[in-house]
């Protein structure tokens, strides 16, 4: 009898068990019985079998506070040490890069986090009139340009908050720069709402950008990607056209990011505390 | 829903994350003493939860992506990873050296996250190994700043794993590592310079490691940069802190590579 004959006899009681442990991905807390049934649909007495069978293989241990159940270090006996389980954003973003050039035939630029602003880490560029690479290690604040908008809107709202009180008042670039700490938060639920965020000029003038996030476990930014070209031949008439295909590629990047967490976060010195 | 009809299971996948090559049915039922119908069904139930894939289409199986995103959400329950990459890119601009963080879990610490370094030989372990306090730089680091009580409990643990001489060694090297702020480990075959994160009431919540030779002048830079670390974890003791402590690392049992 080959393994194929077999497919279809599965323990459908350790497929919920797994799919309870499976619960913690993301999750950013422990979890109690009650709140485990209600989530999954299950029986309280369900979901306390399921929770004591994954606290007695040590994939979840109960918390400091007794009643409720946290991810335990059993977790780290189901690794392969041989697997590389470092996520490097630069390698792993390469070919998506490239993907979207090839899409768009204009310059693509990989930004991340850096204390309170983002600089850019790679990028593709056009042939011909372009629209180029940021200066290295140019630090953009998080409020001016697409891709700080993007970065800034899938943080938490405390982290956008914190941002919004320690940079202000908010650095105007150019005319359209959002300045005001209400405008930006009505653009944090724009850009959260359609997944990308569009230029406005709010950086850099004369050319059209769009950028989009590339997320981890929880929704947070790995990092943002941008395409960007010349006003007069990327028009905004063109990116709606190409919006369909921008965006295939992106949920295939996101649906592999999202397997790891990210190390994004706004750092702030100990004086600004 | 039963513990005894999941426990075949969990040790299938236990043995393929230990493994070091695919293992079908066969290689499960022989390793675990299985009948090959309880191999096959295990297998069947770790692939419809997504635990484990086949490996290029064959009878194989390799771990798969929800033992990875479970071991990523694992790592996370560690808020001080989430704020040391802006400091471990500083410690790798200031040396040229691989940057990692450890975190202490029971009587061990765990390799959670490492930022390569610019030098053209990186010798490094991977995210995911777990070390005993005493066997490497981060452990001694952590060890050093435990209260005293918690480091004889610790050393007694040992028992007969070390000499009185050992011991002794050990006993002396954490006092320095406590005067310093920081612990070298060099011998044949690598060096470390290791600084522990302290948090609240300076209870080390991890150890960074710098893997590779520090110039003497370098280590004032790389203490400062850690201690502003430490400086922003001890501003938020709520957040930072390990939500393993309340757990006896007596009851906490984990592989080791040291």
Known sequence: MTFDDQRGQFNKATVQILQVLSTYIGRSSSVGVTELSQELHISKNMAYRAL???????????????????????????????ADTQFDVRTFCAPFLQRLHKVTGESVFLSVIMGRGYVTIDSVEAHGVRVSHNPRGLLVPLHASPASRVLLSFLSDEEIAEYIRVAAPLKRFTATTITDPNDLWQEVELVRSQGFARGYGDHYANATYISFPVLDTTGRPHAAITVGGPADRLTEADVEKLLPGMMQIVAEMNSQSSLYTSDSRITLEPSDI | ?????????????????????????????????????????????????????????????????????????????????????????????????????????????????????????????????????HRNAAGQAVLAFKTEIEQKRYLDSLGNRTSRVERKALETGLAEARTNGYVTITDDTKSELSIPVLGHHNAPLGALVIEGKVAARDVNACLSTVGRLSELARAEPARFHNLYDHLDPEHVVLPTVG
């Open chain 1, 52 to 82: 004591s069978t994954l606290v007695k293989e040590g994939f979840l241990v109960k918390d400091a506070s007794g009643s409720r159940y946290e991810l335990g270090f059993g977790i780290l006996r189901i690794q392969n040490l041989d």
């Open chain 2, 1 to 133: 829903m039963t513990t005894s009809s999941a426990a075949y299971i969990f040790n299938i996948l236990r043995l393929i994350g230990a493994e070091h090559r695919p293992l079908g049915a066969t290689d499960v039922s022989q390793r675990l003493g299985l009948p090959l119908t309880t191999a096959h069904r295990g297998l069947s139930t770790l692939e419809r939860a997504n635990y484990i894939v086949r490996y290029q289409s064959s009878t194989k199986f390799v771990l798969g992506d929800m033992s990875r995103q479970l071991l990523q959400s694992f790592f996370g329950r560690f808020a001080i990873r989430s704020l040391a990459p802006p400091y471990m890119h500083r410690l790798v601009m200031v040396t040229g050296e691989t940057v990692s963080l450890f975190v202490p879990i029971g009587w061990y610490v765990a390799r959670i996250s490492l930022i390569k370094g610019t030098n053209e030989i990186i010798r490094t372990g991977p995210v995911g190994e777990v070390w005993d306090l």
